[in-house]
């Protein structure tokens, strides 16, 4: 059985943060892209997690629909990995597998006031300063051909205080409890939002985690190939009919 990948990008990127997976996952399983409200195709939207939950539920559904049937994969990176931990509380059986990806800490004390003071900055300095700021340091760090493509999907940084007050107040480790699929916990190994991982295994014993040397936060940038091919061993291992995981997750 095929498996049917739903991306959800992290915080002032759009869905345009995936460009370097698509090629490594053309051909072995199926993609759809989620710009979440606020951000790319979006940007109009305002944000609220109760919004992100919708717009990913038809994105999933649609997932599920297709013919012949697919397993889907729910996947968020940072901002989306609590969207998607939020879709997967208010929809426990809705799932075949989902992934958070350098979303494993619990947002309060020290590591919320970071992001707090992220979008602090992010107002006082504006969005036509950051916008340079952000390519300077991105193409700094990654070469053209991986970054440009990230690069052209925009940066959306309006609404990044609404969307990391939203998430410092609603999302924990217990709302994986419920969740009735595996779960990925896929982190950067220099990645300081890893920190709560065993907090997140306690609540949700189904959970797992993999590791990726080399990568920081944005381990799907740092890492591009051993990001996609955890994902495709992940969903591989669900789809795999002789193991029935897929559907035992959703009843059948």
């Not at 426990?92 to 958070?100: E, H, K, T």
């Not at 300095?125 to 760090?141: A, Q, S």
């Amino acid at each position: 059985m095929r498996a049917h990948l739903v991306l959800v990008h992290g915080s002032r990127l759009a869905s345009s943060q995936w460009a370097p997976q698509l090629p490594l996952l053309r051909g072995r399983v199926d993609v759809t892209l989620v710009d979440l409200p606020g951000h790319g195709t979006r940007a109009a939207e305002a944000f609220t997690l109760d919004r992100c939950v919708e717009v990913v539920d038809e994105a999933v559904r649609a997932a599920a629909r297709t013919v012949p049937r697919r397993v889907v994969v729910l996947v968020g990176h940072s901002l989306g990995g609590y969207a998607a931990m939020t879709y997967a509380a208010a929809h426990p059986d809705a799932l075949d597998g989902l992934v958070l990806a350098d979303s494993s800490a619990t947002p309060t004390g020290p590591g919320a006031a970071v992001y707090r003071g992220v979008a602090a900055l992010t107002d006082r300095v504006g969005p036509t300063r950051m916008t340079r700021v952000n390519d300077r340091v991105l193409r700094r760090l990654y070469p053209a051909e991986r970054i440009e493509p990230v690069i052209a999907g925009g940066y959306y940084f309006a609404p990044t205080g609404a969307a990391w007050r939203e998430v410092m107040a609603r999302c924990r480790p217990a709302m994986l409890r419920a969740v009735e699929c595996p779960v990925l916990l896929l982190n950067g190994r220099f990645d300081q939002m890893r920190l709560g991982a065993r907090a997140f295994r306690r609540a949700c014993p189904r959970a797992r985690e993999v590791v990726l040397p080399g990568a920081g936060h944005l381990a799907n940038l740092d890492q591009p190939v051993a990001f996609a091919e955890a994902l495709l061993r992940f969903a591989e291992e669900i789809a795999e009919p002789s193991g029935g995981v897929a559907d035992s997750a959703r009843g059948g």
